[in-house]
């Protein structure tokens, strides 16, 4: 069995059986400049403990998989990211074998959280399938399929292929639910166009959904949709036209792989002044808050049955 490094109050909410919320650090190390991802990495945290819950954001530290990090481990990140690989959850035996320091993506935080047994985590948008015809496609897709966890999001990162990012998920199973909404949102902006299937209003009602797909079908990851806040939405046409840039520029430059995203989130800040930032830092702040009602709803139906 995988030995967990515990934060107290993530060991203390455990014992309780008090809600968690378990957030990735790859968006903090990766996903925004310094220090605007310090900034971030705590206001997350500190919107889970004022809904309510206890934040437990993960890494992996020295070869030890952290649940909850010290809140100056949490400044090296974001400070030092460089020095912090990129891990997805198949790259996390290397590290730990070798005492290595990673961040950890949607997938790989997915997988430490669900073995501690947290079952809702947030963060901005997950990866998919990119755009063109390379076959990149995030391991956060098949990762998901296959943990169970609720994962609030404000859909999949705008700079990738939306349409296939949903029918990919469709057909890897992973079931996708709308908060508050009846379509896919475009991370940076509400809409995109992209009916789902599913939709809810309340975070009870989702914890209903999920206790049935969780205990009774054995189901497994699930993608739960919230749009940024209307007032720190996008112009959809002046993302749009700063993504086309972005994405032909790392095109001509060959840039390919795991560097693809951060590359990408960085040219758009810069091409938007910044815009990009604050939206990517409202939209994450409020997938902690749905996420935390959500464990509050999941913690209140257990301690009913
Ligand atoms: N959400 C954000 N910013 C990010 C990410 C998510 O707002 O940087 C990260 C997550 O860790 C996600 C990763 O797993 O981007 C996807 O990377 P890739 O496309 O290389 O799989
Ligand atoms: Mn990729």
Same mark, same amino acid.
């Given at each position: ?66 649940? =909850?990090?010290?809140?100056?481990? &949490?400044?090296? !990140? @974001?400070?030092?990211?460089? /020095?912090?690989?990129? %891990? +997805? *959850? ?44 390379? =076959?990149?496609?995030?391991?956060? &897709?098949?990762? !998901? @399929?296959?943990?169970?966890? /609720?994962?609030?999001? %404000? +859909? *999949? ?149």
């Amino acid at each position: 069995m995988l030995d967990l490094t515990y934060a107290p109050e993530v060991a203390e909410a455990r014992a309780a059986g008090a809600p968690i919320v378990a957030l990735e650090s790859t968006l903090v190390a990766h996903g925004l400049p310094w220090p605007d991802n310090l900034a971030v990495g705590r206001e997350l945290e500190a919107t889970v403990r004022r809904a309510g819950a206890v934040p437990a954001t993960i890494a992996v530290v020295d070869g030890k998989p952290c649940i =909850g990090l010290d809140p100056a481990i &949490l400044e090296r !990140l @974001a400070k030092d990211g460089r /020095a912090f690989a990129k %891990a +997805g *959850a198949t790259d996390l035996a290397v590290h730990l074998a070798r005492g290595g320091s990673a961040a950890t993506t949607v997938s790989a935080t997915a997988a430490i959280a669900a073995r501690a047994g947290i079952r809702v985590f947030a963060t901005g948008g997950i990866g998919g399938v990119h755009r063109g015809d390379a =076959g990149d496609v995030s391991h956060d &897709l098949v990762a !998901l @399929a296959r943990t169970k966890i /609720a994962v609030v999001s %404000a +859909g *999949a990162k705008a700079i990738l292929d939306l349409p296939r990012t949903l029918e990919t998920l469709e057909t890897l199973g992973v079931l996708v639910i709308g908060y508050r909404t009846s379509e896919l949102p475009a991370f940076y902006t509400r809409t995109s166009g992209l009916r789902l299937e599913h939709r809810v209003d309340t975070a009870l009602e989702l914890a209903a959904i999920l206790s049935r797909h969780w205990d009774d079908l054995d189901g497994g990851g699930v993608l739960v949709c919230n749009p940024i806040p209307e007032d720190a939405a996008l112009d959809t046409g002046l993302i749009d036209g700063a993504i086309a840039q972005a994405l032909s520029e790392a095109q001509a430059a060959g840039i390919v792989g795991k560097s693809l995203t951060p590359h990408l989130l960085a040219r758009l800040a810069e091409v938007t002044r910044g815009e990009s930032i604050r939206a990517n830092r409202a939209l994450a702040i409020d997938n902690a808050r749905v996420a935390a009602e959500l464990a509050l709803s999941l913690a209140a139906a257990v301690s009913a049955r």
